[in-house]
DNA sequence: TTCGACATGTAAACCGTTACATGATTGT
DNA sequence: ACAATCATGTAACGGTTTACATGTCGAA
């Protein structure tokens, strides 16, 4: 269970409500982590149960109530131990690459259409990381915020997640404009 | 579920048994999907029974007989339908992510160690993959390659792959270093 | 005879996804 | 009125992981 270990690593930033977790999750976190708001419900609801973590009602006006959740010494030391503790081999699942790894079986119009959908979301994601690291640096060059800031923690897997996204932009226009290619000569070769 | 497009797209390559199919998993496959043989020989079962693979016995002498698995025309149908339908966003899940995030709240050291473990892990992968598209490339060059040979599919998922593991090298190295700067630095300033 | 590679599974526990459900408040 | 955002859950289903279980063969 591994959920757990990233939903106490985002409290590390200060309280949370589940509904600003799920925010999180889908953006700065969506990059090495990915969870639906229903399963941090419950998981924030467990880690409560185990005292990893405290809630505490927040009456607001104008909107509805909401609890936010600190972590607690326990959840401090849990996080602690989970880092020094081996590490699982990541693991990528992706629907697009079985697919261009298929690509002789099926459609390569489709194909192309979804791997020049994906780069655009691609682009989409780096400007979001692009804006997440100038946040964090400020003012700051980022060499001296890599020093110095407390907070290199985000900073360091928001740069693994621009790279990330920059790559698959990159491999996906590659791969697109190789089936693209393909495609055309067609019908100007003979049959296999 | 997606696992079963895998199995499909990995026995576009030929007749494989339970077996081979994890090891295929564990190497070339494992850039973009992961499955436990367990869980292989219980999705062939289902496929089989689906009509989407067929099975046949191969008597074997100097080791147990197998049982290997062939495409259907069927499930070249499903391929196809599977290519043309929409992805499903990608996710990656890495511990090592999760901990660096959370690198303020633990052992620098032990991070550090298990980021240079992981440096070297990606070397290893790296050199599979390069050994992987040698072999699929052959005599010819990489653009030939990718105009002409029909197995365009695996190529393409091996450069991503070898790009991906790329990437995660440069990462780590970078990661490590940064920490461990700071942890040499770290007795050297006033408490925060 | 013990180890490693080959070869295939079952069962239980756990985790994650999909679908369903509710309700407040602000702005259009 | 209606949509969007804020806010929180439950239930059923399906998929994944862990632990268990079995057995052949070749080489050291």
Redesign the pocket.
């Known amino acids: ?4 270990h990233a939903v106490l690593a985002a409290l590390l930033d200060g309280e949370m ?4 977790l ?2 999180t999750f889908d953006v700065a976190v969506s990059n090495y982590w ?6 941090l ?5 467990k880690l409560e149960g185990e005292g990893l973590i405290t809630g505490r009602e ?1 009456i ?9 959740f600190t972590l607690s010494e326990a959840g401090r030391g849990k996080l602690a131990e989970f880092i020094s503790a081996g590490s ?1 081999p990541s ?1 990528i ?1 992706d629907d697009l690459l079985v697919k261009v790894r298929a690509a002789e079986a099926g459609s390569m119009i489709d194909l192309v259409e979804q791997l020049e959908e994906r780069a655009e979301q691609a682009r989409g994601k780096i400007a979001l990381f692009e804006k997440l690291l100038r946040q964090l640096r400020g003012d700051l060059d980022e060499q001296t915020y890599l020093e110095e800031s407390p907070r290199v923690g985000p900073y360091l897997t928001g740069l693994r997640g621009r790279a990330f996204e920059e790559d698959t932009l990159r491999w996906c226009s590659h791969a697109a404009e190789v089936l693209r290619a393909r495609h055309a000569s067609e019908g100007a070769r003979p049959e296999s």
Chains 1, 2 share one sequence.
């Open positions: 269970m591994a959920l757990r409500s589940g509904y600003q799920a925010k990915h969870a639906l708001p229903q399963q419900y419950g998981e924030l609801a927040v607001q006006q104008g909107r509805p109530n909401k609890r936010v699982k693991f699942r």
